[in-house]
């Protein structure tokens, strides 16, 4: 297969329409739809069901998606991967991306260990809003990343576990539910005056909800510290937390396991190094 048609037919998956993808690529859509169409002879599956309404996809369909889309982020990634190496001047150095305000303690030792090591290389350092850490490490905006499970979605990159943990209720030292010794996932999302907030999705939009709309860690802290909302985080948060703020154990949260993320297929020995040392913290 060719990219284009790997393009193109993600593009007839994601809007579920040959007209409206062939308006999203900037072309006609009778080429789109032979194109299509001799995807699917040379792999010798039907790939869409079409009907008047536009098209769904059949079961092969869905993993050349999953498939197709990865294939689609690697060739991008060795893209800017390039030509960074070429901006660069042939010096070495590694993107590291991480969220806004999370696992600081645990970056500091890390940044701090690896600077010590007699092959680093220079570790820009790249913090996004939640959710972001994945994606920018599959199309090559980074090289390497640390990743929450179950929050973030791991698959296809190489990992190494570096700290499990329980999760806490973050609320306003003053509040009445901050006497509490424990708490449900359910009861913290019930808290009438201190709504949840809500984190965004890739594409910019926000769940709906009561709560405030969030980019980053300290943005939320603050609003909580005022008595305007609350959060669930990471134990290993309480390290950073200041005067304002309490915290309450969540008894059936899920935990949280921390990960240093590279892909798969990557041979830098800046991130080999990095990895190596955080291993070893």
């Known amino acids: 297969m060719e990219t284009r048609e790997l393009r193109y037919f993600v593009a ?9 993808a062939a308006q999203r690529l900037g ?19 039907a790939l869409f069901v079409r009907t008047p309404r536009g098209v769904t996809l059949t079961s092969a369909g869905e993993t050349l998606l999953h498939e197709g889309r990865a294939a689609l982020a690697a060739v991008e990634a060795a893209e800017r991967r390039t030509r960074r190496a070429a901006a660069a001047g042939g010096r070495a150095s590694v993107v590291l991306t991480a969220k806004a305000g999370a696992s600081e303690e645990l970056m500091a030792k890390l940044l701090d260990a690896y600077a ?17 850490q994945a994606p920018m490490l599959r199309d090559g905006r980074a ?3 640390i990743l929450h499970r179950p929050f973030d979605d791991t698959s296809g990159f190489d990992a190494d576990e570096l700290l499990v943990e329980d999760q806490l209720l973050i609320l306003p030292s003053g509040h009445p539910a901050s006497a509490r010794t424990s708490m449900t996932v359910a009861e913290a999302a019930s808290i009438p005056d201190l709504p949840l907030p809500r984190w965004p999705h890739l594409d910019g939009s926000y769940p709906d909800g009561p709560g405030p709309e969030l980019r980053d860690l300290t943005q939320v802290l603050q609003l909580v510290r005022l008595g305007r909302a609350a959060v669930v985080l990471p134990e290993a948060v309480r390290a950073d937390l200041r005067d304002g703020l309490a915290v309450v ?7 949280v396991t921390t990960v240093i993320a590279w892909p ?13 040392t955080a291993a070893r913290l």
């Open 12 to 20: 007839v998956a994601e809007e579920a329409h040959v007209g409206r």
């Open 27 to 45: 072309m006609a859509q009778p080429p789109l739809s032979r194109a299509i169409g001799q995807l699917e002879r040379r792999l010798g599956t």
């Open 116 to 132: 010590a090591e007699p092959d680093a290389v220079d570790v820009e350092v790249v913090l996004s809003p939640p959710g972001h």
């Open 143 to 145: 090289d390497v990343a």
């Open 249 to 255: 154990p969540l008894s059936d949260a899920p935990r």
């Open 264 to 276: 798969s297929h990557s041979t830098s020995a800046g991130v080999a190094g990095l990895v190596r």
